[in-house]
């Protein structure tokens, strides 16, 4: 296996990503999507769309039926899975999933120590990415004493702490404020990695990518500039996707 180069660091090419769950139901039917480094695009789409089993490919939570997800020129195989995880960072929806440990250092530790980080490379590793999420000030906290923006902030953390290449975000601006979630695009956006972002939040998606795509049935059936998707009513409509009552257009 060779590592990336400096170009294909931060690429993500899905080719023809088909997959059907062991009770026989379809949910991905040749899905093709190639995001270039440092590229942000929404993951938009109806419920049952697919975009759950998507992204559990991207990390090879999922395995392909048919087709091939390749993150930095490596092919998401059972023999590149440990590789794939470290580059493809998931913050889930809730942070919950990701956070078990004391204190948030040693929750955002977790992962590169595994890696076989230690001392100060190990601490440095975990400061940066505290700081990345403007939660080094919460360190040695227990995660379930921090409010749930900030434990979504502590999770984005322990992503980050692997230096992932790829940052996939579950619906990153449920149950958040409007001052938290204005924060967390901006940490998103000033982080500069490749990111999809999975949401039924189409103005977050304005907000935070430049480029979506909308999946629905299994199938990538728009994928375009941001604001040209959601102005195109008719095609929001046939997709059951629905800009906020009041939106009008500046
Ligand atoms: N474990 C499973 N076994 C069988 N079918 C499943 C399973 N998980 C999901 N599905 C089906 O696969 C399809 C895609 O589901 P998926 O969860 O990927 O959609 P989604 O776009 O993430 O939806 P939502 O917006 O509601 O989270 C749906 O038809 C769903 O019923």
Known sequence: MTGPTGSTRGTLEVRGLAFAYPDGRQALFGVDLTVTPGERVAVLGPNGAGKTTFVL??????????????????????DTLKEIRRRVGIVFQDPDD??????????????????????TELTTRVEQALQATGMLGAADRPPHH????????????????????????????????PQARREFADIVTSLGLTTLVVTHDLLYALQLCPRSVIL????????????????????LAAHRLELPFGFTWP
Do not use: C, K, W, Y
């Open 216 to 235: 629905d049935g299994g199938r990538i059936v728009a994928d375009g500039p941001t604001d040209r998707i959601l102005r195109d009513q008719q095609l």
């Open 98 to 119: 990701q956070l078990f440990m004391a204190s948030v250092r040693d929750d955002v530790a977790f992962g590169p120590r595994n890696l076989g980080l230690r001392g």
């Open 57 to 78: 490919h991207l990390n090879g939570t999922l395995t392909a039926g048919a087709g091939q997800v390749i993150v930095d020129g490596i092919p998401v195989a059972r």
């Open 146 to 177: 921090l409010s749930f923006g900030q434990r979504r902030r502590v999770a984005a953390s322990t992503v980050l702490a692997m230096d992932p290449t790829v940052l996939v975000l579950d619906e990153p601006s449920s149950n958040l404020d």
